[in-house]
């Protein structure tokens, strides 16, 4: 894959959907602009576009919780990836494995 293929959006952004490479549970979901995306292929490190601090972050520059690229796989659309990676730690920032530990949402009618 190369960020030439990539469908940005008009923003410039890319949703990237970050998934335990090992267990398969989905950890986050985060934006990368083009740079993100390099940076996380060169770097093997997962890579992200702040989009309230307008800056690249690398996860977990601060806290230590870094995620190590295992493969980045792009959706048959061109405007979605799926990274996959092994955590070196939680991945949410209130200290959860994952983003969606704390609520679940039931369709009207399911159990």
Same mark, same amino acid.
């Given at each position: 894959?190369? &960020? ?9 952004? &890319?949703?990237?959907? #970050?998934?335990? /490479?090992?267990?398969?549970? #989905?950890?986050?979901? /985060?934006?990368?602009? *083009?740079?993100? #995306?390099? *940076? ?10 702040? $989009? ?16 190590? &690229? #295992?493969? &980045?796989?792009l959706d048959c659309d061109g405007d979605t990836l799926l990274i996959q990676v092994r955590p070196a730690g939680? *991945?949410c920032h209130t200290g959860d494995d994952t983003c969606?530990? @704390? $609520?679940?949402?039931? *369709? @009207?009618?399911?159990?």
């Amino acid at each position: 894959m190369s &960020v030439e293929q990539i469908s940005f959006d008009d923003r410039g952004l &890319v949703p990237g959907i #970050v998934q335990d /490479a090992d267990d398969g549970r #989905v950890l986050m979901l /985060a934006w990368l602009n *083009a740079e993100a #995306v390099q *940076a996380t292929l060169t770097t093997g490190l997962a890579t992200f576009w702040s $989009r309230s601090r307008s800056e690249l972050w690398v996860k977990g520059a601060t806290s230590g919780n870094t995620q190590q &690229v #295992v493969e &980045v796989d792009l959706d048959c659309d061109g405007d979605t990836l799926l990274i996959q990676v092994r955590p070196a730690g939680p *991945a949410c920032h209130t200290g959860d494995d994952t983003c969606f530990d @704390a $609520r679940t949402l039931t *369709a @009207a009618g399911s159990r």
